[in-house]
């Protein structure tokens, strides 16, 4: 009796062991790549922000925390930080509307290929030219965006990017039209997994449909707005491309996002190691915010 | 503090010598179809510039690769902005085929030459560049000795539309001030036209870089002498300018519409442009560009009547350099020599007027004006060509100069007072002199 | 009724969406001096076909750009496919010693900044020999940490009870990927390969650093041509950028077959 119970028991833990080996193998040629050509060359640049190394030159001292502590006197740290935090708060807006989008785009519409091509052309398209269209478009004295704001009656529509004040907005304004098409298509994905007559918005009445989407539909696709927030912060803090084509961290520094002065200081000043220890505090950044929203998405994520 | 040098360069040592070799078989094994044939070995040269190649430097290597069989020189063009350079220094490090490359700046040039990347130029006697390029090519050399030959001469002066100053009655101005630009600009503005601006970039430097390149950058008591009053004086005659006076577009207004002031002023837009000998390659160039009126040409404005020590930006430019690790050393140096003393001569249309002395000036001008020598006011263009003002040259480091225009544009954008400007300046500057 | 009304809705929103690309494409059919022309004419006075003519048939013609582009881009994608399929079955369908520190640690992965690792990344390419090569876009291109973690998430909302089932016959880990979990993760895996695709296509930042000869430029990177010493040729650039969305379209309505179709099996299963 006992011996058929250990052999079970036996079976059981080399089943469990060769689980575990095809587990390692299904992740092992993903996680080598990975390894090599991000966690390396990562670890490589921490070293590197407790150095004074400034390329191309080939020798370096090690000056323990002087970056860090040089960073915490730089005020236009402080300012970088603060305009990617309000570059951040696009990140939600995009989420919530690309879910109303993508829930009228999925069954309410004719012409749902056409629309949802249209939706997510921004997202598929080359940077440069695209960001001077934009600043075409915010152009303060007779661009389309205040030419309409004035023939609404606004005396003085804002200065947009000529304006330190609001200049940051405007790509707030352009990272949500950004967004928004990847937004939409994630949550139309998504919700071909939702039993299709939950859908069939048009069978159901006003108040029901809202209470079908709010507290059916919308806790069905939440992995994929955990998914949708975390990977759209992780990539908002790291975009620099649009900064640099459209005002290159101006009008003075009030568009210089976080990852725009990392780039400026490594490679238009040549100052790799406080350009490494900026890198290490925007990692840790996004690593705090990642850790919130992932053990907080216990409260608010459900997995079938 | 400890010493990590030795590691980090062994590993960079080890990585180059790797990438040397791989680079060495590429390079034989493209070698080997061309050179078949013939006996004698044929060296490629790679030569990096950043001017786009049709605009000239093709033209240039093709008529050199025809004189010289033996050694075959490629044109790579790099944009001269952040990226760009990094794709130069980076292909520099890593031992690609980088035998000669153009540098636009001191500051980049000094990079190169103490990280090694830029070969000490004085091994070579057979060609003494301060003989060849004049007094101004010492601004180039880095700790007294040359890293680069500086090869093209910059020539700073406002681009006048004679045509509009002619319905003004207002004659081609020799020697003026601030104060009269904007007079002039007055009487030139009309409701679709704006009266003076200064090219984009160049409002980087301002007039009173020339005081400050004779009182000097940096006081006696080591602090920054930005604060001296000229700088004050030049910010608020050009914000006077901007928003007093409106004869200039705001820079708000350049920035956020990548206002093309070559194309405003070709077009009839800008009656007066601060500028330079760049702007040639446009103003040449009638089919994009078609104009009616003639242009004419002004010396540098001086910020004020009593500024006497005022400097007219110039001095040399396109400074080029022998990739140190190159293996053909004595090759480049001979086309750089013959570079700088004739085969540059196909980029003068665009407005690169050779500096060397032994180039030919009269088939450089011939080429600089093309066949619109009548929509140029011929004299006023050889008074500033031949202006013996004394010159200078921009040698701040760029971190300096980016805190300076994103101050400066505050204070021209309304978001802080003259005061905070300079204050917030100078304070940025010796932070920044502390740490180097 | 309420359809046709949201449909305009919608419609109207999404012009809104392609504003800057119908602006793009007019540009690229306009005359350099009327660039900054306000207010904004949508047909040129003048219009040119000279800068579309340029982009195929110039002598800085982008065919090769084009070729070299696609070449990446769909090898890349392929491979990304393959290998954030394969790792995020790992994540989601087995359960092995470590597997949520891994994923933290890709997670972590993930976050680090572009800018601070192509020095590292441009050394290793170097001793790899690959610097200067399609490789160097290529082989990091196929490890992807977004892709795994994006499939991951998908593989999760696929019901087990089918997979289970499949395991009590004797199937392995891998047999039920191949047969059962990549058919049914179509929509997914279209999902994901197109925009890892648009990724690929759109990276200029690693084709900048890690490609030197114009011969192996991708369409990104040739944009870079129309940047000239003292000013950007609009026109030109405009005309290349919109030939330059072209494929990009082609793959997105190709693969929105893929979601279509999705939907209808889902529908079948359901």
């Known amino acids: 009796m006992l011996l058929i119970l250990l052999g079970e028991l036996h079976m059981k833990l080399n089943w469990m062991r060769r689980q575990q080996l095809v587990g390692y193998m299904f992740i092992a040629p993903?996680?080598?790549?990975?390894?090599?050509?991000?966690?390396?060359?990562?670890?490589?640049?921490?070293?590197?922000?407790?150095?004074?190394?400034?390329?191309?030159?080939?020798?370096?001292?090690?000056?323990?925390?002087?970056n860090f502590s040089r960073l915490f006197q730089d005020e236009v740290?402080?300012?970088?930080?603060?305009?990617?935090?309000?570059?951040?708060?696009?990140?939600?807006?995009?989420?919530?509307?690309?879910?109303?989008?993508?829930?009228?785009?999925?069954?309410?519409?004719?012409?749902?290929?056409?629309?949802?091509?249209?939706?997510?052309?921004?997202y598929i398209t080359t940077g440069i030219a695209i960001a001077f269209v934009w600043m075409l478009i915010f152009q303060p004295v007779d661009g389309p965006v205040n030419t309409l704001l004035k023939s609404m009656g606004i005396v003085h529509p804002p200065g947009w990017l000529s304006s330190t004040s609001s200049a940051i907005f405007v790509f707030d304004i352009i990272w949500i039209w950004f967004l928004l098409g990847y937004n939409v298509i994630i949550y139309l994905a998504a919700l071909q997994e939702v039993p299709s007559e939950l859908l069939e918005a048009s069978k159901i009445d006003g108040a029901r449909r809202m209470h079908t989407i709010r507290y059916i539909i919308w806790p069905l696709v939440s992995p994929s707005t955990l998914f949708l927030l975390m990977t759209g912060f992780i990539t908002s803090i790291k975009q620099m491309g649009i900064f640099q084509a459209i005002t290159d961290g101006g009008p003075g520094d009030s568009t210089t996002v976080l990852s725009l002065f990392i780039y400026k200081t490594a490679f238009r000043y040549y100052d790799m190691g406080y350009a490494s220890a900026i890198s290490v505090i925007l990692l840790l950044i996004i690593i705090v915010i990642t850790a919130i929203q992932w053990f907080a998405q216990k409260k608010w994520v459900h997995y079938s | 503090m400890k010493r990590i040098g030795a590691v980090v360069a062994a590993v960079l040592i080890a990585l180059s010598v790797l990438s040397a070799c791989s680079s060495n078989n590429k390079e034989s094994s493209a070698q080997a179809d061309p050179s078949k044939g013939s006996s004698g070995k044929v060296v490629n040269l790679t030569f990096w510039g950043g001017v786009p190649a049709e605009a000239g430097p093709q033209e240039i290597v093709d008529t050199w690769n025809k004189e010289h069989p033996d050694i075959q020189v490629t044109y790579v063009r790099y944009v001269n902005d952040d990226s760009g350079n990094l794709k130069l220094d980076t292909a520099i490090t890593s031992g690609q085929n980088v035998?000669?490359?153009?540098?636009?700046?001191?500051?980049?040039?000094?990079?190169?030459?103490?990280s090694g990347s830029a070969l000490d130029l004085s091994q070579f006697t057979d060609y003494n560049i301060d003989e060849k390029m004049g007094p101004s090519a010492k601004e180039w050399a880095v700790d007294d000795k040359y890293y680069a030959m500086p090869t093209k001469r910059n020539i700073h002066f406002v681009w006048l539309n004679k045509d509009a100053l002619d319905e003004a009655g207002l004659p081609v101005p020799t020697d003026w001030t601030l104060a009269d630009?904007?007079?002039?600009?007055?009487?030139?503005?009309?409701?679709?036209?704006?009266?003076?601006?200064?090219f984009p970039f160049y409002r980087d430097i301002v007039p009173f870089d020339g005081s400050l390149a004779v009182q000097g950058y940096v006081k006696e008591d080591g602090t920054s002498n930005l604060g001296a009053p000229i700088v004050a004086e030049a910010l608020k005659l050009h914000y006077d300018m901007m928003h007093t006076s409106k004869v200039s577009p705001p820079i708000s207004l350049i920035e956020t519409t990548k206002m093309n002031m070559i194309a405003e002023?070709?077009?009839?837009?800008?009656?007066?442009?601060?500028?330079?000998?760049?702007?040639?390659?446009?103003?040449n160039n009638i089919q994009d560009y078609p104009r009616d009126f003639t242009v004419a040409f002004a010396p540098l404005p001086r910020i004020t009547e009593e500024q006497d020590d005022f400097r007219s930006?110039?001095?040399?430019?396109?400074?080029?350099?022998?990739?140190?690790?190159?293996?053909?050393?004595?090759?480049?140096?001979?086309?750089?020599?013959?570079?700088?003393?004739?085969?540059?001569?196909?980029?003068a249309s665009g407005g690169r007027i050779p500096a060397s002395k032994d180039a030919d000036q009269d088939k450089a001008m011939e080429l600089l004006l093309g066949d619109l020598k009548d929509k140029y006011d011929v004299e006023s263009l050889e008074r500033v060509l031949s202006n013996e003002l004394p010159t200078f040259q921009a040698t701040l480091p760029q971190e300096v100069m980016d805190i300076r225009s994103d101050e400066f544009d505050k204070y021209y954008i309304n978001a802080q007072s003259l005061e905070d400007t300079i204050k917030n300046v100078v304070k940025r500057h010796n932070d920044f002199m502390k740490r180097h | 009724?309420?359809?046709?009304?949201?449909?305009?809705?919608?419609?109207?929103?999404?012009?809104?969406?392609?504003?800057?690309?119908?602006?793009?494409?007019?540009?690229?059919?306009?005359?350099?001096?009327?660039v900054f022309q306000y207010p904004f004419q949508w047909i040129s006075d003048h219009p040119t076909l000279k800068y579309h003519e340029n982009v195929w048939t110039g002598p800085a013609s982008f065919v090769t750009y084009y070729l070299n582009s696609l070449k990446v881009s769909i090898i890349s994608t392929v491979g990304a496919v393959f290998f954030a399929a394969v790792a995020a079955y790992g994540f989601s369908r087995i359960e092995f010693k470590g597997r949520e520190t891994l994923f933290l640690i890709y997670l972590v992965a993930m976050m680090v900044p572009n800018q601070i690792i192509f020095v590292p990344k441009f050394i290793l390419f170097n001793a790899m020999g690959i610097y200067n090569t399609h490789m160097a876009l290529i082989l990091p291109g196929v490890f992807t940490v977004l892709g795994v973690f994006m499939l991951r998430?998908?593989?999760?909302?696929?019901?087990?009870?089918?997979?289970?089932?499949?395991?009590?016959?004797?199937?392995?880990?891998?047999?039920?990927?191949?047969?059962?979990?990549?058919?049914?993760?179509?929509?997914?895996?279209?999902?994901?390969?197109?925009?890892?695709?648009s990724w690929h296509w759109n990276d200029f930042e690693n084709a900048l650093i890690f490609l030197l000869d114009e011969r192996l430029y991708t369409v990104s990177l040739g944009l870079q041509n129309f940047v000239l010493e003292n000013s950007v040729d609009y026109n030109g650039m405009m005309a290349a950028a919109t030939a330059g969305m072209i494929p990009m379209i082609i793959v997105f309505l190709f693969g929105q077959k893929f979601i279509v179709e999705g939907l209808a099996s889902s529908a079948v299963k359901g």
């Open chain 3, 153 to 197: 998430q998908f593989f999760i909302a696929v019901p087990k009870d089918i997979s289970e089932s499949a395991m009590l016959d004797g199937a392995g880990h891998m047999s039920i990927f191949l047969r059962i979990m990549l058919p049914m993760a179509k929509p997914s895996l279209a999902t994901f390969a197109i925009i890892d695709f």
């Open chain 2, 265 to 283: 002023f070709l077009s009839n837009k800008l009656a007066m442009m601060n500028a330079g000998e760049w702007v040639f390659r446009d103003a």
């Open chain 2, 181 to 198: 630009v904007e007079k002039y600009a007055k009487a030139l503005q009309t409701d679709s036209r704006w009266g003076y601006s200064t």
């Open chain 3, 1 to 34: 009724m309420r359809k046709l009304i949201l449909t305009v809705i919608m419609f109207l929103f999404a012009l809104l969406m392609i504003y800057p690309f119908l602006w793009m494409i007019s540009t690229s059919f306009k005359q350099p001096f009327e």
């Open chain 1, 30 to 66: 993903n996680m080598i790549g990975v390894s090599c050509f991000i966690i390396i060359p990562a670890l490589f640049s921490i070293i590197l922000a407790f150095t004074n190394w400034e390329f191309p030159r080939l020798s370096a001292d090690f000056v323990g925390m002087t």
């Open chain 2, 313 to 347: 930006l110039g001095g040399l430019g396109d400074a080029i350099a022998i990739n140190a690790k190159s293996k053909y050393k004595e090759e480049a140096w001979e086309f750089l020599k013959w570079y700088a003393d004739e085969g540059m001569l196909p980029q």
């Open chain 2, 99 to 114: 035998d000669l490359f153009a540098n636009y700046t001191k500051p980049l040039l000094e990079k190169r030459a103490s």
């Open chain 1, 77 to 122: 740290f402080y300012q970088s930080l603060k305009n990617t935090l309000i570059f951040l708060g696009s990140v939600p807006i995009s989420v919530g509307l690309g879910f109303l989008v993508a829930i009228v785009l999925n069954k309410s519409v004719y012409l749902k290929n056409m629309l949802r091509t249209m939706f997510f052309l921004p």
